[in-house]
């Protein structure tokens, strides 16, 4: 297997692929190609997410904070509840992301407890 493996041409929307899942761990590859979420909209998740860019560029907004540009080999813990947004990704290619959700319940919610 390898991780830059079998990358799609184009993408309308980004892509989310389930590497591995075991306990209340899930490990996934996102794939962007200029998405951003959309305007106003945050995600508020209630397991806590480690995320690693491989490829690409990316702004990630954390509520509060300034907006953090993240380039190849940059990563962030992501606390369960930190309201979050991807301000843009690289449109002039691809954005490969690794995302690591703990406290997942297996079925993308969370754990409880």
Not at 24 to 53: C, F, K, M, N
């Amino acid at each position: 297997m390898n991780i830059f493996a079998d990358l799609p041409d184009a993408l309308p929307d980004e892509m989310f692929e389930t590497l591995a899942e075991a306990g209340h761990v899930r490990i996934e590859r996102i794939v962007s190609h200029g998405q951003a979420t959309p305007e106003g909209e945050w995600y508020d998740q209630e397991w806590d997410e480690w995320v690693l860019v491989l490829a690409g560029n990316a702004g990630l907004l954390l509520e509060g904070e300034e907006e953090r540009v993240l380039k190849p080999g940059d990563y962030l813990m992501i606390p369960a509840h930190c309201r979050h947004r991807v301000a843009w990704t690289d449109r002039r290619g691809q954005t490969i992301w690794l995302a690591v959700h703990i406290g997942v319940d297996g079925k993308g919610g969370a754990s409880g407890g």
